[in-house]
Nanobody, 124 residues
Framework: EIQFVESGGGLVQPGGSLTLSCAAAGFSFEDYVIGWFRQAPGKEREAVACIAFSDDETDYGNSVKGRFIISIDNAQNTLYLQMRNLKPEDTAVYYC?????????????????WGQGTQVTVSS
């Protein structure tokens, strides 16, 4: 069974930095598209960053371009999201997910496996 466990969320001041981790079990990051998504109260889930490791391709949401970096440590089966210059509008629950057929891009509804999420709150 494929499982994801997110960690690293918390409270951070505007302009600060935070790194999220997603440890995977029963999954090889080399073979599928994986990504970070987020959802704030009352808002639709949105893509933050997606990566296809085997194709060396990444895709970022417009609101986080230049501020967030998605990366993989394949040897440890761990996905990371490095976040800097955080803004209050970044406040949300962040999820990692896998798209097993590799064709859904940034469409969250096409992703097949999800972690439980980790809360990120940006506030002064």
């Amino acid at each position: 069974e494929i499982q994801f466990v997110e960690s690293g969320g918390g409270l951070v001041q505007p302009g600060g930095s935070l790194t999220l981790s997603c440890a995977a079990a029963g999954f090889s990051f080399e073979d599928y598209v994986i990504g970070w998504f987020r959802q704030a109260p009352g808002k639709e889930r949105e893509a933050v960053a997606c990566i296809a490791f085997s194709d060396d391709e990444t895709d970022y949401g417009n609101s986080v371009k230049g501020r967030f970096i998605i990366s993989i440590d394949n040897a440890q089966n761990t996905l990371y999201l490095q976040m800097r210059n955080l803004k209050p509008e970044d406040t949300a629950v962040y999820y990692c997910a896998a798209d097993l057929d590799g064709v859904d891009g940034t469409n969250w509804f096409g992703y097949d496996y999800w972690g439980q999420g980790t809360q990120v709150t940006v506030s002064s």
